[in-house]
């Protein structure tokens, strides 16, 4: 079946510093959705891309939709403790329309 | 609104046990999806349901069933469960896809243990 590559798998970062995460496809998307999962908690919706180029930003989070509609990265700025967390993109397929979870991006920030 | 609910947080089930995991949201969501989640890996989708008594099968439905008798209340279930069943399940909700509100929106999971 179809699937999503999410990079990279896992982060450890310095506090303060800038993150950058991407997911890829081989087939085009129309729609890609990043989420943040706390440990213990279910996903929460922080970006959502609905055009190919759109760039979207949330607070210290910036997304965009790849032009070729088969990618989109996520970047977090300055980052803190509290970013620490799985981080999954998903995106929905033009041809199934169907919304496909990456493997997720586990951050750890430290202090 | 209190958004996605699910019950019980926490289950612990014997070999060839059944058990329902309930889910409920209160955003007059039309689809809603039933999601596993195992260690280290992403989200698999093992039902969803377009509408009141629609559902259909998602990339993993053995050994579940799911049934939707009304737009609020999506309930899972496990007829006998097994080991492999062991997971996190996470259930979602969102409005029709292509109308720029096709945002999933989850609750806070149900932990299954399967001894």
């Known amino acids: 079946g179809q699937q999503l590559n999410q990079s990279p798998q896992s982060m450890f970062i310095q506090e303060g510093e800038d993150v950058s995460m991407n997911c890829t496809s081989s087939?085009?998307?129309?729609?890609w959705l990043w989420y943040k999962q706390d440990p213990g908690e279910g996903p929460v919706l922080l970006i959502a891309l609905y055009k190919a180029g759109e760039l979207t930003s949330n607070g210290r989070l910036t997304a965009q939709f790849g032009i070729t509609r088969k990618d989109s990265f996520l970047n977090i700025s300055a980052s803190i403790p509290s970013d620490v967390g799985i981080y999954f993109c998903a995106g929905r397929s033009s041809n199934t329309g169907k919304l496909i979870f990456g493997q997720g991006t586990t951050l750890q920030v430290k202090p | 609104n209190a958004g996605v609910t699910q019950t019980p947080k926490f289950r612990i089930l014997k070999i060839g046990q059944s058990m329902t995991l309930q889910c409920a949201q209160d955003?007059?969501?039309?689809?809603m999806y039933w999601y596993r989640q195992d260690p280290g890996m992403g989200l698999k989708l093992i039902y969803y349901?377009?509408?009141?008594?629609?559902?259909d099968k998602g990339e993993v439905p053995n050994g579940y069933n799911v049934s939707r008798s009304t737009t609020e209340d999506f309930p899972l279930r496990l007829e006998l469960a097994a080991p492999s069943q062991t997971s996190v399940y996470f259930c979602?909700?969102?409005?029709?896809?292509?109308?720029?509100?096709?945002?999933?929106?989850f609750g806070p999971g149900t932990r299954l243990l399967v001894l």
């Open positions: 349901s377009v509408g009141a008594g629609i559902t």
């Open positions: 955003m007059n969501h039309n689809y």
């Open positions: 979602a909700s969102s409005y029709s896809p292509g109308q720029g509100k096709e945002t999933q929106y």
């Open positions: 087939s085009i998307f129309n729609t």
